[in-house]
């Protein structure tokens, strides 16, 4: 069976069957290593990719099911080897560890930001953070590099 996803704005056709699971799809095929295969039932959210715009976490998605869907892996935020503003604030704020869950973090953060705003606190950053696991620290440099972000944006809103 022959199936046809639109992947990081590239159409890519697949013959893996209906219920490959995405992860398997992007990292064993495409090469799209990124997104992490750690717990493969949903519950850390290394494996978030965005499908539509909205965080999914690509271990429980069946590629028979992503037909006509646009999904968007952490290797589309590269823009001409540039980073996208809520990477480098990560950067800046050295919210990086291990990696493993980095890349997850920062697909559930991207499509939620709509969601936040210049006066987001912190308990908000949080709370769209809620379905990504760390292991390797307390999220406080990492909500610590949201929040910056969002006073960066406000600051610029006020210079305009």
Not at 41 to 44: D, S, V
């Given at each position: 069976m022959s199936i046809t996803l639109k992947i990081n704005s590239e159409e890519v056709t697949t013959h893996c069957g209906p219920l490959?699971?995405?992860?398997?799809?992007?990292?064993?095929e495409l090469q799209l290593t990124?997104?992490?295969?750690?717990?493969l039932?949903?519950?850390?959210g290394a494996c978030t990719v965005l499908?539509?715009?909205?965080?999914?976490?690509?271990?429980?998605?069946?590629?028979?099911?992503?037909?006509?869907?646009?999904?968007?892996?952490?290797?589309?935020l590269d823009k001409k080897d540039s980073?996208?503003?809520?990477?480098?604030?990560?950067?800046?704020?050295?919210?990086?560890?291990?990696?493993?869950?980095?890349?997850?973090m920062v697909m559930s953060l991207t499509g939620n930001l709509s969601k936040l705003t210049a006066t987001s606190t912190r308990d908000d950053v949080k709370a769209l953070l809620s379905g990504?696991?760390?292991?390797?620290?307390?999220?406080?440099?990492?909500?610590?590099?949201?929040?910056e972000m969002l006073a960066i944006d406000r600051d610029e809103?006020?210079?305009v």
């Open positions: 490959t699971r995405l992860i398997d799809l992007l990292r064993d990124g997104a992490k295969p750690v717990c039932e949903g519950f850390c499908i539509d715009g909205m965080p999914r976490m690509s271990c429980l998605a069946a590629i028979g099911l992503l037909e006509n869907k646009e999904i968007c892996t952490i290797e589309s980073l996208s503003r809520l990477q480098l604030a990560f950067e800046e704020a050295d919210a990086v560890q291990c990696g493993m869950c980095f890349p997850g990504n696991i760390c292991r390797c620290t307390g999220y406080e440099r990492i909500v610590d590099a949201v929040i809103e006020h210079d």
